[in-house]
T-cell receptor, first 113, second 113 residues
């Protein structure tokens, strides 16, 4: 099993550009999430999904869109990149809800200039 | 709202020293509690967890006990190694269809030979 994979590993964008961060898991997990990690702030939840076709907002959803058309994939779209979105982004998946272990991808480091 | 507070780092120790990283939480309801570890350049991985009061989670020589009366989940290890150098995150999560973890800010541990 590859676990949770994320692409790309690194990305530099100019302000106003859009892009999609890819996330895929091969563990047949229903639950998937996107977090951003900023220094001194831990990880903050952007969006999450409890199954294909179902998504919901987390703590910091503004400027990001998600969709979940399959169990395996959960892409994160930045609509119009801003310097405040410079961060490390982690995708995670789990078998069920928040009481269960979440499996994290290796992260995408995004810089917006 | 729900939150996690953990001691600020960095924590710098010599090899074989005793480690304590404090974590306290505020939560409505009865969360599960977790410690995740992030090694340099990697995503987070679960270190240990506890799901109810007085439970002790343990793994790789690390331990933490779920203390409801003091709302704490302090991480301890009797003898640290250089390979334990990482960032440690305390987190809480709820069952019942939610899929979010609430993280502390993280504590960086550096162990020197």
């Amino acid at each position: 099993n590859a676990g949770v994979t994320q692409t790309p590993k690194f990305q530099v964008l100019k302000t106003g550009q859009s892009m999609t961060l890819q996330c895929a898991q091969d563990m047949n997990h229903e639950y998937m999430s996107w977090y951003r990690q900023d220094p001194g702030m831990g990880l903050r939840l952007i969006h999450y999904s409890v199954g294909a076709g179902i998504t919901d907002q987390g703590e910091v959803p503004n400027g990001y869109n998600v969709s979940r058309s399959t169990t395996e994939d959960f892409p994160l779209r930045l609509l119009s990149a801003a310097p405040s979105q410079t961060s490390v982004y982690f995708c995670a998946s789990s078998f069920a809800g928040g009481e269960n272990e979440q499996y994290f991808g290796p992260g995408t480091r995004l810089t917006v200039t | 709202g729900d939150s996690v507070t953990q001691m600020e780092g960095p924590v710098t120790l010599s090899e074989e020293a005793f480690l304590t990283i404090n974590c306290t939480y505020t939560a409505t309801g009865y969360p599960s509690l977790f410690w995740y570890v992030q090694y340099p350049g990697e995503g987070l991985q679960l270190l240990l967890k506890a799901t109810k009061a007085d439970d002790k989670g343990s793994n790789k020589g690390f331990e933490a006990t779920y203390r409801k009366e003091t709302t704490s989940f302090h991480l301890e290890k009797g003898s640290v190694q250089v390979s334990d150098s990482a960032v440690y995150f305390c987190a809480l999560g709820f069952s019942g269809g939610y899929n979010k973890l609430i993280f502390g800010a993280g504590t960086r541990l550096a162990v020197h030979p």
